[in-house]
């Protein structure tokens, strides 16, 4: 049996508005086994976002436990955070958070930049824009890509560094269907080929239909 790569044990996230407590966790407890694709599914304020910034080490839960790859990521600061998100986590988002003015090759390379000092940084780019169907495109800036293009950048960014897992919140939300279909066939082809642990975050059934397993969440709470 594989072992789980993400352990959440009672899941707790509360924030505090003003006099108000918002529960956004209400213990929830869940594992992801490594190399598998999931989909975290649920409608707004379901609490989705939060797990995945707590499973993406942005966050930490206020109560419950969270082991990333074998390492206990809700005991640690903020500075621990941020090393362990530079080394483990690879991110994809809606919005695609590419440098404009930037060509797609040093976009990629943007996360070898911190932490480890790597050997070969730009072939290593090379070969994630290369993976992901881009290796023509390797000189054009965001602005001369399509929206498709773009997020295909993103994910190669996100898979550079190799990491143990990598969350895609919405990958395909700013897509057209055709391209988000492109864009759901590379994570799955990323994760059959690499054996990239893969975590979607979406509130779209047909995307999370393209995933392994979904994980449903409602209220602070899984479904499943």
Do not use: W
């Not at 006099?19 to 598998?36: D, F, N, P, T, Y």
């Not at 694709?37 to 609490?47: E, K, T």
């Not at 998100?85 to 919005?95: E, L, P, S, W």
């Amino acid at each position: 049996m594989t072992e789980p790569i993400v352990i959440g044990k009672e899941l707790t996230k509360v924030y505090q508005m003003g006099e108000i407590e918002v529960h956004a966790l209400r213990g929830v407890s869940l594992e992801i086994k490594k190399g598998e694709i999931v989909a975290i599914m649920g409608p707004s304020g379901s609490g989705k976002t939060t797990m995945m910034n707590i499973l993406g080490a942005l966050d930490k839960p206020s109560a419950g436990s969270y082991f990333l790859d074998g390492e206990d990521v809700s005991l640690m600061d903020g500075n621990q955070l941020a090393d362990v998100r530079n080394r483990k986590v690879g991110f994809v988002f809606q919005q695609f958070n590419l440098l404009p003015r930037q060509s797609a090759l040093s976009n990629v390379e943007l996360p070898l930049r911190y932490g480890v000092d790597h050997e070969n940084p730009r072939q290593m780019a090379i070969d994630a824009l290369e993976a992901v169907g881009l290796g023509d495109r390797i000189k054009h800036k965001p602005t001369e890509l399509s929206g498709g293009e773009q997020q295909r950048v993103a994910i190669a960014r996100a898979i550079v560094n190799n990491p143990v897992i990598v969350m895609a919140d919405e990958p395909t939300g700013n897509l057209d269907t055709k391209s988000g279909d492109v864009v759901m066939d590379i994570l799955k082809k990323l994760n059959r080929d690499l054996g990239t642990t893969i975590i979607v975050i979406t509130h779209d059934p047909e995307v999370a239909e393209k995933t392994q397993r979904v994980i449903n969440i409602r209220d602070g709470l899984l479904e499943n």
